[in-house]
């Protein structure tokens, strides 16, 4: 149904950009001091660098703590 196609042949294929979607916990835990800086300061430089790393692609994120709900759906 997917029409899925296989061949042998070997392409060069040009990355035209990519959809990054990040996950981002914000329960308490996060504020923990077990490392300097904290969970949540450290994952946001890591988020920001990403960011960084990769101007002009689609991104995403997701946050959450607690229990997970679906807070918007759409459908494409």
Do not use: H
């Not at 392409?11 to 969970?39: F, H």
């Amino acid at each position: 149904m997917a029409r899925l196609q296989y061949s042998d042949k070997m392409r060069t294929v040009i990355k035209e950009s990519s959809e990054i979607i990040m996950a981002l916990d914000i329960s308490k835990s996060m504020l923990a001091e077990d490392s300097k800086p904290s969970r949540l300061e450290k994952v946001k430089m890591i988020i920001w660098g990403i960011v960084e790393e990769n101007p002009g692609e689609k991104m995403g994120i997701i946050i959450f703590s607690g229990t997970a709900c679906v807070a918007m759906s759409f459908d494409l």
